[in-house]
């Protein structure tokens, strides 16, 4: 995987956002390189979907500078959305429609030629078991079902960087094995991938970089090895309690026993 | 025919349109996407209210508003009118009725935008994402405009005017729709430029009821204005007054063209947080001293769920409230009718305002009662699948506990002490007693309107064309309710006792029948959605 050596894909700097007046990212800076595969950290509430919601576009901040592929946000929004692919958190869909007409509706929308398009979509269904519900409407997919659907939504038109929020949320052991032999492929073949997770082991295993953002705070950058060294703990798991303060959480654990139990 | 047909349907989408498109900042490629899209959806009923109205509730809409308009033609013919005054009859009457549908469905294309959260992240521009939203509101003109107008155009023929009539009429109703529905579009523009994410839901909601207010408030308010005198800095003079006319005109395309700006700038972006506004407020945790009545009295702890499950979200839940709002102008209005002669007893031998309070309790729960199972919450419904089949009675006790105390007892607490202070305590006491049996019959039956699971059931857009006439009946009933009752029944103080306690009585019994059919509703309600893994695999194609 690349090191991210050449240009940045994506500029932070000193960004700020808020939701009403309550301040959710407080002033963070961090940069992707091409190629590389970072993992986005960060307790329930930290601001990681919301980071991630700029850079898709969706959100604009309340300040600091934002590029994406040298495209300024959200001056350039369009144009951003049309270099990346994003997997949300909460697998929305137009529920009427089948798998393939939610396919084809990406696809077109991010302008990919009809035979380009219906060969590729028939590669995503192929390899994510799906083709023979292509022609079921997405109400009746199961919830892995449609994680897959997005999955094949998001990389569709070719992205350049993509934006995964919880993209192994609701997979089957194989296919949260594929998802991340393919991040380790897209990787390879120069995509830059975000990966935000709650699964530790997974991002240790998939990540060259890892971001930790705390309370809107980025408190940690740096290679799985690089924070575990600095902060002398054996697993990322380890660091991240020790980053965040969730070393506290054995005494919550009790009153919650102590309260059902009372 | 069907060539034809398929060369009209190609028209919009040849090169002459697509580069008119371009021309003003739309993608043509991507708006007929979601034009498409958005019409697939609508007529697949997903996302109900959010797309408005499909072609089958559009239809629906249509029959009512050409049968009305038929009626009022039949009834003109017969006054024999000017054709001029003719033609401006009905060009009201469109105004008024397309402002009311407008707004609404502009509401509902605009500032509710669920697939905002599916779209928000494709490459789709603001222009091209608003154009395809207000190609809805062209679709509502193009099936109500001829409804509205169809009969009474080649009725106007019948009363001496010229051959062209029929084409001035509907191009002139055309003409007016279009500008309303440009309207409309600007003031939700506005909205969103200027409005707080959060607030934007609420302030949609005083948007949508704003004309039917203006309505009444016309309607009502023409003592208000009564010594309102014309400021003298008006010119009295033609051409001043002409000019200033034309300046307004211009000043409101203006403000129009802003609106639509605001609309279709960062429109997408806007939709997310749309979507995800929150209100902000914040609920106190507190614990209700009427819920742990309702506790006590109506059925234990599934009592108070219902309670106060119903009691939030008939406060929270914004599709509800959307819903209830066209009802909220007539209500006042009647209140207001009411308060006019409020001195006067309904024991006394003049009519009072007094003698359609009880109705208008019934006409309130008449709405909300088969409002109650829809929301936007309505995927939430799951959770009473996991409720113990004996929770669902006390559950349905709950809410009608709520309804009854919150919308018919505690208004008749207020009333009791208004009624005394103004009667007498006799007088006062006695027609309070009156009104709360009349309206506690009124919930008694009403409650059987409520068909499942409250806040249970996706909005159906189609039920609101037929509000209106609605409206229409139940005031009308509610008047004649009135009038009876005045004549009948309060000419003697025991006849109104006598009814109060027989009214109370056969409260009592239809309340009870009801709540059974109420929770069998439930039951049968949460029996359909443990079904619905049966019919899942839908095969479309």
Not at chain 2, 239 to 244: H, N, Q, S, T, Y
Not at chain 2, 477 to 506: D, S, T
Request: proline share 5%; aromatic share 10%.
């Amino acid at each position: 995987m690349n090191t991210g050596q050449s240009a940045p894909i994506v500029e932070f700097d000193r960004v700020v956002f808020s939701y009403s007046y309550t301040e959710v990212l407080h002033a963070i800076s961090f940069t992707l390189g091409r190629g590389e595969v970072v993992g986005l950290l960060g307790p329930n509430g930290a601001g990681k979907t919301t980071t991630i919601k700029i850079m898709a576009g969706i959100l604009a901040p309340g300040g600091g500078v934002i590029k994406v592929a040298g495209l300024p946000l959200p001056e350039r929004a369009v144009d951003v959305k049309q270099r990346i692919g994003y997997v949300p958190e909460t697998a929305v869909l137009f529920e009427s429609l089948t798998g393939q007409e939610f396919l084809e509706l990406t696809g077109r929308l991010h302008g990919v030629a009809e035979e380009t398009l219906q060969a590729r979509i028939y590669a995503m269904l192929e390899t994510f078991s799906l083709l023979s519900d292509r022609s079921s409407r997405l109400d009746s997919y199961s919830k892995g079902m449609r994680q897959k659907i997005l999955i094949a939504a998001a990389l569709l038109h070719n992205p350049e960087l993509i934006l995964l929020d919880e993209p192994l949320s609701g997979l089957d052991v194989n296919a949260a094995i594929m998802i991340k032999d393919l991040i380790a492929a897209l990787a390879a073949g120069g995509k830059t991938i975000l990966y935000s997770s709650h699964v530790l082991d997974v991002v240790e295993k998939v990540c060259d970089r890892v971001l930790i953002i705390h309370q809107g705070k980025l408190i940690a950058d740096g290679s799985a090895e690089s924070l575990k060294a600095s902060t002398h703990e054996s697993t990322l798991e380890d660091v991240f309690r020790s980053l965040t303060g969730s070393a506290t959480v054995d005494p919550g654990v009790a009153r919650i026993v102590a309260a059902i139990a009372s | 025919m069907k060539p034809l047909r398929d060369w009209i349907g190609r028209l919009p989408r040849g090169p002459a349109a697509c580069r008119l498109l371009t021309r003003m900042g739309i993608d043509p490629v991507r708006f007929w996407l979601l034009t498409d899209l958005f019409g697939q959806l609508a007529e697949r009923r997903e996302l109900m209210s959010h797309l408005g109205q499909n072609a089958a509730a559009l239809r629906a809409s249509a029959w009512v508003f050409c049968a009305m308009s038929a009626l009022m033609t039949i009834l003109l013919l017969l006054a024999e009118p000017r054709p001029a005054a003719y033609f401006a009859i009905f060009l009201a009457l469109t105004g008024f009725l397309m402002t009311g549908v407008l707004f609404s469905e502009a509401g509902n294309s605009l500032v509710n935008p669920v697939e905002g959260l599916v779209l928000a992240h494709q490459p789709i521009n603001g222009a091209t994402y608003t154009a395809a939203k207000l190609t809805h509101l062209a679709r509502i003109l193009l099936f109500l405009v001829p409804a509205l107008n169809g009969i009474p155009a080649l009725g106007g023929l019948l009363i001496g005017a010229p051959w062209y009539f029929p084409l001035l009429l509907l191009g002139a109703a055309f003409l007016l729709g279009g500008v309303i529905a440009l309207a409309c579009c600007a003031v939700f523009g506005w909205l969103i430029r200027f409005v707080p994410a959060r607030r934007l839901k609420a302030a949609g909601q005083v948007a949508e009821v704003a004309p039917w207010s203006a309505f009444m408030l016309f309607q009502n308010g023409r003592g208000l204005f009564r010594h309102v005198h014309m400021p003298h800095w008006i010119p009295t003079a033609t051409a001043p007054r002409v000019a200033i006319g034309l300046a307004a005109l211009a000043v409101s395309a203006w403000a129009v063209a802003m609106g639509l700006r605001c609309l279709s700038g960062d429109y997408l972006v806007r939709i997310s947080a749309i979507a995800g506004g929150s209100s902000g407020a914040r609920a106190k945790p507190r614990r209700s001293r009427t819920g742990d009545l309702v506790a006590w009295r109506f059925g234990g702890q599934p009592a108070r769920a219902g309670f106060e499950f119903v009691s939030r979200m008939m406060r929270r839940d914004w599709q509800f409230r959307r819903q209830l709002i066209p009802m909220l102008p007539a209500v006042v209005g009647v209140l207001y009718m009411s308060a006019r002669s409020w001195r006067t007893s309904p024991f006394s031998a003049g009519f009072a305002g007094a003698h359609l309070v009880p109705h208008l309790f019934g006409a309130i729960l008449f709405f909300i009662c088969p409002l109650l199972v829809y929301g936007s919450d309505y995927k939430g419904a799951w959770l009473f699948l996991l409720a113990p089949g004996r929770a669902i009675a006390p559950f349905a006790r709950g809410i009608h506990a709520w309804l009854w105390l919150r919308i018919v007892v505690a208004p008749h607490l207020v009333l009791l002490a208004a009624a005394m202070w103004f009667w007498g305590v006799g007088d006062g006491a006695l027609f309070t007693a009156y009104s709360l049996a009349v309206a506690s019959l009124y919930l008694g039956l009403e409650l059987r309107l409520i068909d499942g699971v409250p806040f249970g059931k996706p909005p159906e857009p189609a039920r609101q064309s037929s509000l209106f006439m609605l409206m229409m009946a139940g005031g009308t009933a509610m008047a004649i309710a009135a009038v009876l009752q005045h004549f009948v029944l309060f000419r003697w103080h025991a006849a109104v006792l006598v009814a109060a306690v027989l009214l109370g009585a056969a409260a009592y019994l239809a309340t009870r029948s009801s709540l059974d059919t109420f929770a069998t509703a439930i039951r049968f309600n949460l029996g359909l959605m443990s079904q619905e893994a049966k019919v899942l695999y839908t095969e479309v194609g």
